[in-house]
């Protein structure tokens, strides 16, 4: 458990805070952290931080009998948290082959590759209604998943990926802490009647007490 203050509030970032992941192939796991708990104050939001990068090489082979110009290949990594949010993080590149040379080997005119692919996004989603199903002394569990995909021109298009996807997902609480009562006009005026004698008594010792200075 971390607790630090943000603007007022307090955040809590609960046992299991953090699900990172690193993979090559699409997957889909359960994410479990801590619930809130009641007892430290009033729970204001669930804040979650998402983040993924993609690294690697992609080969595209023309397996058509015509030349394709100008065309774009992509892939796209999309990141899921179950009935939260989902997001895609999408790489594209163009390309131009000839036709297909008959040997289905990623090189010569019919091919083309990519190397030192490297593209990352963030995403930040926040909470506020509905927040029982985080409060309490158990844990809260989501389904977390990375699905990749190629997209390519039309059907006739063989690839290679050579790629790894890396991220995270963060969540932490913002609340009001407990017991702090609040002071209502008439606690303020008090407080003013009892800090004014010491400051303007201060002060008029001050003037007493110091020499003035007079420009001529």
């Known amino acids: 458990m971390l607790v630090c203050s943000l603007q007022g509030s307090l955040v809590y ?38 983040t993924i990068g993609l690294t690697g ?31 895609t993080n999408s790489w594209d590149g163009t390309y131009s082959v000839n036709k297909y040379d008959g040997t ?20 930040n989603y926040t909470l506020t ?4 199903s985080y409060q309490g002394t158990n844990n809260v569990t989501v389904l977390s998943s990375v699905q990749r ?6 059907n006739s298009i063989g690839f290679q990926a050579n790629t790894l996807s890396t991220g995270s997902f963060v969540v932490y609480y913002e609340y009001g802490p407990a017991g702090v009562p609040e002071l209502n006009s008439t606690g303020w005026i008090a407080i003013g009647f009892l800090v004014m004698p010491i ?7 001050k ?10």
């Open 199 to 205: 400051v303007c008594g201060s002060r008029i010792k």
């Open 104 to 123: 289905a080997d990623f090189s010569g005119r019919d091919s083309y590759t990519w190397t030192g692919i490297n593209s990352s996004s963030n995403w």
């Open 13 to 50: 970032f609960p046992t299991g805070a953090t699900n990172s992941f690193s993979t090559a192939s699409s997957i889909s796991q359960n994410w479990t952290f801590g619930k809130f708990d009641p007892a430290l104050g009033t729970l204001i939001a669930v804040h979650f931080i998402d």
């Open 149 to 154: 995909y190629f997209d390519a021109h039309g």
């Open 129 to 132: 209604n509905n927040l029982s």
């Open 57 to 87: 090489t992609l080969a595209i082979e023309n397996l058509s009998s015509h030349r394709i110009n100008n065309a774009l290949a992509g892939l796209d990594i999309s990141l899921a948290l179950t009935g939260i949010m989902t997001e």
């Open 207 to 216: 003037l007493f007490l110091k020499p003035k200075r007079c420009k001529l």
